[in-house]
Nanobody
Framework: QVQLAESGGGSVQAGDSLRLSCAAS????????MGWFRQAPGKQRELVAA???????NYADSVKGRFTISRDNAKNTVYLQMNSLNLEDTAVYSC????????????WGQGTQVTVSS
């Protein structure tokens, strides 16, 4: 059974940093593309960052230069370092996994809340 468990969310002030972690189990982690998504109240879920098994990375334009995604295959964990947080970053952040570039993200975590206040 595949499980993705996020941690590291919380309430911070604008300009602060947070590091999210997503620990995976029940899958061959190193083979999967891992993504971080977020959903703010009243908005659609959006892809924030993704990292392929080969280490290729892409970011949403809104987080480029502020967020960094990384993975540790030995620990079956993907991270999202978030710096210079602003109010618009407030959302529930979820990690997800997909095996092939042309497939949907089929495994999801439950999400962790990130709240940024002024």
């Amino acid at each position: 059974q595949v499980q993705l468990a996020e941690s590291g969310g919380g309430s911070v002030q604008a300009g602060d940093s947070l590091r999210l972690s997503c620990a995976a189990s029940g899958l061959r982690f190193s083979l999967y593309t891992m993504g971080w998504f977020r959903q703010a109240p009243g908005k659609q879920r959006e892809l924030v960052a993704a990292i392929t098994r080969g280490g290729n990375i892409n970011y949403a334009d809104s987080v480029k230069g502020r967020f960094t995604i990384s993975r540790d295959n030995a620990k079956n964990t993907v991270y999202l370092q978030m710096n210079s947080l602003n109010l618009e970053d407030t959302a529930v952040y979820s990690c997800a996994a997909r095996l092939r570039p042309d497939s949907a993200y089929g495994h999801w975590g439950q999400g962790t809340q990130v709240t940024v206040s002024s």
